[in-house]
């Protein structure tokens, strides 16, 4: 029971602290509000006093630029007539001046006009002889341009013509000598093939002995590659191209054949000669 009545007793004084705690903040923030409305009065009234003294000073100054306005406004109207005037009497003399300048110019430009014209017509006059006389030049300079080149194309031609036929002979001999280069290949290669049989049933014989090999007939390479076909060549002509010249020239162009090479036929690969050898049985 006595720590009840000390916790009542606590609690009682704090919340009697509280309280006064609470009333002097309550006081407090009263002064605050007091001091801060008083303040504001002092403010707005000092406010409205400015406003006051400041529109006074506008008015006076408004009335002053208005013033000043007026007084600048009639010195320039006055000034704008003075020089309106002073131009008016300075553009009636510029105009008199000027049309009577303008009167004396047309006279010297029709002078100088009339003796242009009289220039440039002999000035034309000279241009056209000098032109009818190039253009004879010019004419002159084409036919004989045109014999030059009519007698250019006819040395062309005869070169092109020799040229051609000297090609054709070197290619004629090449063909002969690729053919008997191919035909002499043709030969090797059936002579070898004859050896490399002959050798393959030497080694069956002396491997397996003369029962056990089976025979295969030998074929004469050297006649079946003579027989092989010759590659056959087709002949293409190439023609010149067509001539240039005028009428006149008679030399034409010569259609000189040449011989295309072809692929020579390459024989089919032949299938190898098998040998069936049987094993022998097991012992045993």
Known sequence: MALQDDWQQSHLERRQVLAASQKQIWATIGLWQRERYSQAITQKQDRQAFVSQLKQENQAFLADAHNNHRQQA??????LKEFVRSLQKETATFLEESAQSRTEKAEELAQELRDFRAELRDTVAQWQQQWQQQDQERAAGRRKLALQVQGDLQEFNI????????????????????LAGIQSMFEDMGKFRMQLQEYRREREKSVWGGERVKSTPATP??????QTLV??????????APSTT?????????AVVVA????????????????????????G
């Open 74 to 79: 009639e010195q320039l109207a006055e000034d």
């Open 159 to 178: 070169i092109r013509t020799i040229m051609a036929e000297k090609l054709l002979q070197q290619t004629q001999e090449a063909k002969a000598e690729r």
């Open 221 to 226: 390479q050297k006649a079946k590659a003579s």
């Open 231 to 240: 590659p056959k060549t087709k002949p293409k002509a190439v023609k010149s």
């Open 246 to 254: 005028t009428a006149a020239q008679s030399t034409t162009p010569t």
């Open 260 to 283: 295309e090479p072809t692929k020579p036929a390459v024989p089919p690969n032949q299938p190898k000669p098998t040998t069936v050898v049987p094993h022998p049985p097991n012992p």
